[in-house]
């Protein structure tokens, strides 16, 4: 079946550091592919998406961009703050009726 | 605020008991997805609702069961509970009856179920 597979965390770095979260996925066909973010005490929001191979999503100066060739959507940014801290979940939809599929999330802690 | 409403916010109650989380999706959307969120499961896909009518189910026990009304809010109820069921459950509501291109899922801020 389809699955979404981020590096383990948690991921420590200091502010203005550049990150990089790994999400490889296994899903046949054209999935759409999201990173979803969640904020303590908080549910999740959507923070960029890509639909096609190669498209490239963007949003609050992260970046992803969709690889079909090496099935990844490794999430970017390069200088984290302190309010970035957050888990951040990578995600994929297939065609079909089938629901957005998670990884089990990156804990990401910034510190000043 | 994402506009879907759960609640409770907190729940605390005994095995062998049974509860029922409540959700309200964004005005206008039809589609209500639930979630289960573990330590070490991850975010699991239970059950989907579009329009009222079942659209896919996930990994959801027998013991758990959810409906859509017609005003298209949301129940999920969980019976006979166990100490493994304690999770955050989350609701999400989409106004497609698939999120993609153009449309996206939007989570409430979930029910923490704590089964003592």
């Known amino acids: 079946g389809d699955s979404v597979t981020q590096m383990e965390g948690p991921v420590t770095l200091s502010e203005e550091a550049f990150l990089t979260i790994n999400c490889t996925y296994t899903a046949t066909g054209y999935p759409s592919l999201f990173w979803y973010v969640q904020y303590p005490g908080e549910g999740l929001q959507l923070l960029l998406k890509?639909?096609?191979?190669?498209d490239k999503g963007s949003n609050k100066g992260f970046e992803a961009t969709y690889r079909k060739e090496t099935t990844s959507f490794h999430l970017e940014k390069g200088s984290v703050q302190v309010s970035d801290s957050a888990v951040y979940f990578c995600a994929l939809i297939r065609s079909g009726n089938t629901p957005l599929v998670f990884g089990k999330g990156t804990r990401l802690s910034v510190i000043a | 605020d994402s506009g879907v409403t759960q609640t409770p916010k907190h729940l605390i109650t005994a095995t062998g008991q049974r509860v029922t989380l409540r959700c309200s999706p964004r005005s206008g959307d039809l589609s209500v997805y639930w979630y289960q969120q573990s330590l070490d499961q991850g975010l699991q896909f239970l059950i989907q609702?579009?329009?009222?009518?079942?659209?896919a189910k996930g990994n959801i026990l027998e013991r758990f069961s959810a409906q859509q009304f017609p005003d298209l809010h949301s129940e999920l109820n969980l019976s006979s509970l166990e100490l493994g069921d304690s999770a955050l459950y989350f609701c999400?509501?989409?106004?497609?009856?698939?999120?993609?291109?153009?449309?996206?899922?939007?989570f409430g801020q979930g029910t923490r179920l704590t089964v003592v």
């Open positions: 890509a639909t096609k191979a190669d």
């Open positions: 609702y579009y329009n009222g009518e079942e659209r």
């Open positions: 999400a509501s989409s106004v497609a009856v698939k999120v993609g291109a153009g449309t996206e899922a939007f």
